[in-house]
């Protein structure tokens, strides 16, 4: 066969072109001259192939390719050509799923949208916030360095009176706190009180004042057996000092209920919070009915009363006491107490108040009591109004907003509403993966929620899905042998089992077994356990081959 011409190589693309000028020939555009003359090189072409009758087939082939994939790409991209050629024309049902796709598509990314700036806004706030702390702890290193070398000074110096020194040392000590040294403020609160205790006596506004300050010291170490060692002996001392009702003695009072309230010890903890109260409020009575805290000359509005706040502080405190002792209906009398006091500030009513960024907490508060009642429907009342408020305020991607969700999800799957729960997971996963990254512990602890909500509605296939992606992520960025991996490789396992595949179910409890041993020994019973597993799962190989077998020698 003779080599042919080289118009002959362009018969082709020259074919293609002329496929598409067709197809685009009843549009006007401005290019329609350059496709009138590409149609006549196309024409060309074709008579210089016409004796060579394999380069004939092949450009029917390829025609026939092009044009088959034309029809099926346009078609379901729901384009009508003009005219309106019914051979291009998606049918009625086409058209809706077509109409829904776009849809759906244009929803998500305008969704996606509202999202990346929820975070752009987060992101800024925190920057903020990081550099605003970061001056803040500059200035604290500062005033701790020099006060030090102020203490240093009186120290070194001869004449200087021991009073001085101690006075030094609490200074000193009351910056390190500022700081979170607690340790070394501690140390040094209990020099500047045995010193003021030796110099001045057990009763002197000085040593009580020290003592004050150190529990405080060991109750922001959270050391509370300490805390709850130094505050009875402070309280003591106020009382003699200014009395029973006095506002420095009612803060101690305050103080000491939370410390017994984070001990457990709720009884006591909630004696000092009604006695807190009591005192609080009516200062706060005595407060209103002088008329204090007027606005600005500019017109500004007038600052919160300050003890209608530490009110409202020991009313959550309250509330947080009964929840912890079972008692749902007075920790909800009390934080509807709080709610009303927050909706006198802002001069709205209760109700307005609930959609507030600022009592967004408390209704969050709310939402799980009535959960822990029982009372679901005004569980997720109270968490979608929490929400809103959020949304409203540009904190719809705080985490406080984040963690809402989660908790509502968690309601729903209590109403078995897995779809309604699945869908709320997937909007939290999505501000997470956004905010924190994809394989960040706390994205990958809803993408396990969100295996355990398929799990639960028995669609296993998607559950193993989001299952591998968390053990994959938990395992690169905490490690194969973290808690959190081998607690999702035993999940693993007990949905493959779930769906019979009693071999993969086998080889994760397997891993799990040999992760706990290594962690924990093969002694421990978490180990024992996951070995209890594995033979169970054999068992169940075991019991599938005797039947396969059995079919076998039947057949």
């Known amino acids: 066969m003779s080599t042919p011409p080289p118009l002959q190589y362009a018969a082709i693309p020259a074919v293609l072109l002329a496929i598409a000028y067709n197809f685009y020939s009843s549009s006007p555009s401005p290019l329609s001259s350059s496709w009138?003359?590409?149609?006549?090189?196309?024409?060309?072409?074709?008579?210089?192939?016409?004796?060579?009758?394999?380069?004939?087939?092949?450009?029917?082939?390829?025609?026939?390719?092009?044009?088959?994939?034309?029809?099926?790409?346009?078609?379901?991209?729901?384009y009508v050509p003009p005219g309106g050629q019914p051979g291009y024309a998606p049918g009625p049902e086409e058209q809706e799923r077509i109409r829904k796709r776009r849809e759906d598509s244009e929803k998500r990314r305008v969704q996606d949208d509202a999202i990346r700036e929820k975070i752009r806004a987060e992101r800024e706030k925190k920057e903020r916030e990081e550099r605003e702390a970061a001056r803040a702890s500059r200035e604290v290193d500062d005033e701790i360095a020099s006060k030090r070398r102020d203490l240093e000074d009186l120290e070194s110096s001869p004449e200087c009176e021991p009073l001085a020194i101690l006075r030094g040392c609490s200074d000193l000590a009351g910056s390190l706190e500022d700081a979170g040294k607690f340790e070394e403020a501690a140390r040094l609160y209990t020099r500047a009180l045995e010193g003021y205790e030796e110099e001045l006596g057990p009763d002197h506004p000085s040593t009580i004042d020290t003592l004050n300050y150190l529990a405080g010291c060991h109750e922001g170490a959270r050391d509370f057996s300490k805390a709850a060692k130094y505050y009875p002996r402070a309280l003591s001392g106020a009382e003699k000092l200014v009395g029973e009702d006095h506002e420095h003695t009612l803060e101690i009072v305050g103080r000491m209920a939370g410390v017994f309230k984070e001990k457990g010890d709720t009884k006591t903890a909630l004696d000092f919070y009604k006695r807190a109260l009591a005192g609080t409020e009516a200062l706060a009575e005595a407060e209103a009915a002088g008329g204090g805290g007027g606005g600005s000359p500019g017109g500004s509005p007038p600052p919160p009363p300050p003890f209608l706040l530490k009110s409202l502080r020991l009313l959550h405190g309250m509330a947080t006491v009964y929840e912890k002792m079972g008692d749902y209906t007075n920790a909800l009398l009390y934080l509807n107490k709080v709610l009303a006091g927050k909706s006198s500030l802002s001069g709205t009513s209760s109700s307005a108040a609930a959609s507030h960024a600022s009592t967004a907490a408390t209704v969050v508060n709310m939402g799980v009591v009535y959960h822990k009642m029982g009372d679901l429907d005004k569980a997720i009342e109270s968490y979608q109004l929490a929400l809103r408020a959020y949304d409203d305020a540009g904190g719809g991607a705080s985490p406080a907003a984040i963690a809402t969700t989660g908790n509502l999800a968690l309601v729903h799957i209590k109403?078995?509403?897995?779809?309604?729960?699945?869908?709320?997971?997937?909007?939290?996963?999505?501000?997470?993966?956004?905010?924190?990254?994809?394989?960040?512990?706390?994205?990958?602890?809803?993408?396990?929620?969100?295996?355990?909500?398929?799990?639960?509605?028995?669609?296993?296939?998607e559950a193993l899905h989001y299952l591998v992606r968390a053990w994959k992520g938990y395992g690169e960025t905490l490690g194969a042998d973290h808690h959190r991996t081998l607690e999702t490789v035993h999940t693993?396992?007990?949905?493959?089992?779930?769906?019979?595949?009693?071999?993969?179910?086998?080889?994760?409890?397997?891993?799990?077994?040999?992760?706990?041993?290594?962690?924990?020994?093969v002694d421990h019973e978490k180990t024992r356990g996951m070995q209890q597993l594995v033979k169970k799962a054999q068992g169940e190989m075991e019991v599938i081959e005797a039947k396969r077998r059995e079919m076998e020698i039947k057949m």
């Open 415 to 461: 109403r078995e509403s897995y779809d309604e729960a699945a869908h709320l997971y997937h909007s939290q996963l999505r501000l997470k993966e956004l905010s924190l990254g994809k394989n960040h512990p706390g994205t990958l602890e809803t993408v396990s929620a969100i295996a355990g909500v398929y799990r639960q509605k028995g669609a296993f296939g």
């Open 36 to 78: 009138s003359r590409l149609s006549s090189l196309s024409r060309s072409a074709l008579r210089a192939v016409a004796d060579q009758p394999i380069y004939m087939a092949l450009i029917v082939l390829v025609t026939c390719l092009v044009s088959g994939y034309s029809v099926i790409y346009f078609r379901l991209r729901g």
């Open 492 to 521: 693993l396992g007990i949905v493959y089992a779930c769906t019979g595949s009693y071999k993969d179910a086998k080889r994760c409890f397997e891993a799990c077994r040999d992760g706990y041993a290594k962690v924990y020994g």
